[in-house]
């Protein structure tokens, strides 16, 4: 698969930000596909990455990463992710890897505003005409 380039896939907040060095990873024995070499080999792999302690985040994108990615912290301040799909730990790596940075991408892009509309004249008279048609429909059914 070779080394790849996650900043080609997430353009903007992370472009000039390699975490390589503030990620940890780990190998376990995976649950997933594999047969009798699951047993054998760890291909699981497990990232960490300390939030607060980290020197290429300011302090307002701790305070966001922090709150919206609260379900994967855990109590030590670390986000934890893990990738056991593959049937490599390179591979794992990868992908684990990937997902963090999407992750993190994710956390740190602002919410687009919701512009209030309001319904036009055309939808109004659409839904008025509904409404008439089922009441004629109704009065239509008792009379007999």
């Known amino acids: ?10 353009p903007g907040i992370m472009d000039q930000r390699d975490f390589i060095a503030e990620l940890h990873f780990s190998a376990s024995r995976s649950s997933g596909p594999g047969g009798q070499h699951v047993n054998k080999v760890s ?3 497990e990232l960490r990455f300390h939030v607060a302690s980290s020197a290429l985040l300011t302090d307002a994108e701790k305070e966001l990463i922090a709150e919206k990615l609260a379900a994967r912290i855990n109590a030590a301040g670390e986000l934890v992710l893990v990738s ?7 591979q794992n790596k990868e992908k684990v890897t990937e997902k963090f940075y999407l992750l993190v991408t994710r956390a ?7 512009k209030p509309t ?26 007999i």
Not at 119 to 136: F, G, I, V, Y
């Open 1 to 10: 698969m070779g080394k790849m380039n996650y900043f080609c896939l997430m």
């Open 43 to 45: 291909t699981k792999m």
């Open 84 to 90: 056991q799909s593959e049937r490599s730990q390179l």
């Open 108 to 114: 740190l892009t602002p919410r687009k505003k919701r």
């Open 118 to 143: 309001k319904p036009s004249k055309a939808s109004k008279e659409e839904r008025l005409e509904a409404k008439r048609q089922q009441s004629e429909k109704k009065v239509r059914r008792k009379q």
